[in-house]
């Protein structure tokens, strides 16, 4: 794990909008809640992807998506318990033509290669949906094996 080398701290784990907690073990695998791009308990931006947010920018929520999944697995299990990111999932609030959903988690998937070398590879989905709760561009969750 390379958050430290990246200068990336682990921010707090994010508080539940609904009724859920941010992340279940069972077994070997830990199970996040989708996580929304907050930062410092603010979303970085609200709209469509393909409107009013350009896919770069959903991209970069797309990362702090992952490091808020990532700090609810830490607050959970420790991080250096994770022995591999198993999949990603990814959710974009799109505007109605807009088809560039895998490029936007990427922005997770680039992320958490760069954190897991060589244990970041993972399977994934990139969904495009109409809506996301508080009007976030868009929304990841992860499972992980741990040991």
């Known amino acids: 794990m390379r958050l430290a080398e990246l200068g990336v701290e682990l921010p707090p784990v994010a508080a539940p909008v609904a009724s ?3 992340a279940v073990r069972t077994g070997a695998l830990v199970y ?9 308990g603010e979303l970085a931006r609200t709209g469509k992807v393909g409107a009013a947010v350009s896919p770069t920018d959903a ?6 998506c992952a490091l808020n999944a990532l700090a609810a ?16 999932v990814g959710f ?3 505007a109605p033509d807009f088809t ?7 922005g997770a998937s680039n992320f958490l290669g760069d954190v897991f070398p060589g244990t970041g590879g993972h ?12 009007d976030s561009p868009v929304e990841v969750e992860l499972i992980v094996e741990v040991r």
């Open 20 to 22: 859920y907690v941010p």
């Open 32 to 40: 996040t809640s989708g996580q929304l791009p907050f930062r410092t």
């Open 59 to 64: 991209a970069e929520d797309a990362q702090i």
């Open 73 to 88: 697995v830490h607050a959970l299990v420790g991080l250096d318990a994770v022995v591999r990111v198993v999949k990603v």
């Open 92 to 94: 974009v609030a799109s």
């Open 100 to 106: 560039g959903q895998p490029a936007v988690i990427n």
């Open 123 to 134: 399977a994934r989905s990139a969904v495009g949906v109409a809506v996301l709760p508080m």
